[in-house]
């Protein structure tokens, strides 16, 4: 015979409200000049994400860029950094363990340029797009495939360039 009775429940499938993850993406620039003088290159990069309501997040998310070529002339060392800090809002189609988003906002890309004609640095913003497709493994723990395509427009030296270009990749993250 029982007199007391005490019965606590937790739920497993409790909302989680922030993601946080890192991961490895090829860059692939948009300027032609770019791609010729320093190609395509794996870069490392990492996202926040808080979700503010229902199926919207809002996101912050940046990456670095660090690249060695040669003029195409004089074929003299040149090298090109880029960092960059975007964020906006996403949308996540939560189905089960498979959860595609879509997102859009501001970025803002700092870079440096050095070689023997001189220095080209400075910040500017643009615009990012994203697109993926988060796969939840167990608990918290997620794997995320994405797309990602930036544009921003810098002119040092008289010469106008895009500096952003598309990135594709994978991440780990955890959902909390």
Known sequence: MTLFSLS??????????????????YFHPSEESTRDIYGGKAVIGGEVSVK???SIDLWLA??????????????????????SVGGGSKII???????????LGPVIYSYREKNPIG???GTKIGI??????????????????????????????????????????IGLGFEF
């Open 119 to 121: 220095l080209a640095k």
């Open 128 to 169: 990012i797009g994203q697109a993926g497709c988060y796969l939840k493994v167990t608990g918290g723990l997620l794997f995320d495939i994405c797309i990602d395509y930036s544009y921003c427009v810098v002119k040092p030296q008289r010469i106008k360039a895009n500096i952003g270009g598309i990135k594709a990749g």
């Open 62 to 83: 940046g990456s670095y860029y660090n690249e060695r070529g040669h003029l195409p002339f004089t074929k003299e060392a040149t090298r090109l950094i880029l960092t």
């Open 8 to 25: 606590i429940s937790v739920s497993l499938s409790e909302e989680r409200t922030l993601t946080i993850k890192s991961g490895v993406y």
């Open 52 to 54: 503010v309501w229902k």
């Open 93 to 103: 189609l939560k189905s089960g363990r498979i959860s595609p988003y879509v997102g």
